[in-house]
């Protein structure tokens, strides 16, 4: 029996549905779910799940510490608002999920990013978890002028010759978090997942963030 892909990113992304958001340019912007809907359409998912989500509880939030994907001494920050949508790609075996986090406060999210980030990419140096027997790269980078997080990975722990890769890019884009996370198969094509995160940021722009 295969052990389950995990999804990774920020806070296991739309497993749980949460963290925090922010931005650098702290427009208030417009209507969060009417952009990722149309981003969705547009990127040609099969969608599973598309709305509201609620932030993670706080028996989520130490289990998420537990399992090495968040640093102990972090927080949870105060989500205002979250939508996320959580689906599969039709041209491939391929998980995907997007999670939009509107925030009170830029700086304290950009923080934040930067300290998931920099534990992660710690852990996976380490080979600690949740990254025993991963390979890749975790690094802090920009994306159309937002600061982000973007990984690739490869887990090899349970089948060297077909190994499940997960990819995410996160960004802070005004007021917002975007996390968007792909898992697939190491030998099938490149989801594309730069050029589908281009088309959520484009619908949040056009809503004014």
């Known amino acids: 029996m295969r052990k389950p892909i995990v999804i990774g990113i920020l806070g296991i992304a739309l497993a749980l549905a949460a963290t925090l958001a922010s931005g650098s340019i702290g427009q ?5 779910e009417k952009a990722l809907r149309l981003a969705v359409d547009k990127i040609n998912l099969k969608v599973d799940k ?7 509880s706080a028996e989520q939030w130490e289990e998420m510490t537990r399992a090495g994907w968040i640093p102990k001494n972090l927080a949870p920050l105060r989500a205002m608002t979250v939508h996320s949508a959580r689906g599969s790609a039709w041209h491939m075996t391929a998980g995907v999920s997007v999670t939009i986090t509107r925030a009170e406060n830029a700086a304290e999210a950009l923080a934040y990013l930067r300290a998931v980030t920099d534990h992660r990419r710690t852990q996976l ?3 600690l978890k949740p990254f025993g027997g991963w390979t890749g790269k975790i690094e802090m980078t920009d ?4 600061r982000a997080s973007r990984a690739t990975l490869i887990d090899k722990s349970f089948d060297e010759n077909d ?3 997960t990819e995410w890019l996160s960004w802070v884009q ?3 978090l975007v996390e968007f996370v792909v898992n697939s198969r190491a030998k099938e094509p490149d989801f594309g997942l730069e050029g589908s995160a281009y088309v959520v940021w484009k619908e949040l722009k056009v809503e004014g963030f």
């Open 50 to 56: 598309l709305g509201p989500a609620t932030v993670p």
């Open 125 to 127: 140096a380490a080979g």
């Open 28 to 32: 208030d912007g417009g209507d969060i």
């Open 174 to 176: 005004g007021p917002l």
């Open 143 to 146: 994306f159309q002028a937002c």
């Open 163 to 165: 190994p499940p890769r």
